[in-house]
């Protein structure tokens, strides 16, 4: 696979009517898991998800509303840069780098590609 993105820039949370929006444009199995979730917390296997799973479908079954948790958010990145990393076995890598200057730079505005050294 030897793929990698990586973004950087400034995190900041959206509004909570935003999120309502998101959460109500989900499919109804992105919802169901969401509630089964409680995210990037460790769990003992597989088999304990699938419970929480079924236990959420049992619940909200399809076609009902499925309440948003308390901890569902939203998060946008506000780029800088943007790096595209594609591996090569011989590590002769492909990097390109899309940097966004600020708005000062009204001369050259958008998005600029670099390519960089493996």
Known sequence: MYRTIRFQGVAERVDD???????QQRTWEA????????QSRPI???EEFDSRLEAAR????RGSEVPMPES????????S????WSGRADRSHDRLMFTNPSDLELDNPGWHVTRLMP
């Open 58 to 61: 049992l619940s909200y079954p």
């Open 44 to 46: 003992s296997g597989r």
């Open 17 to 23: 009517l935003e999120v309502i929006d998101a959460w």
């Open 31 to 38: 919802q169901i898991s969401a509630v089964a979730s409680e």
């Open 81 to 84: 840069s943007v790096e595209f």
């Open 72 to 79: 569902f958010a939203g998060w946008r990145i506000r780029c």
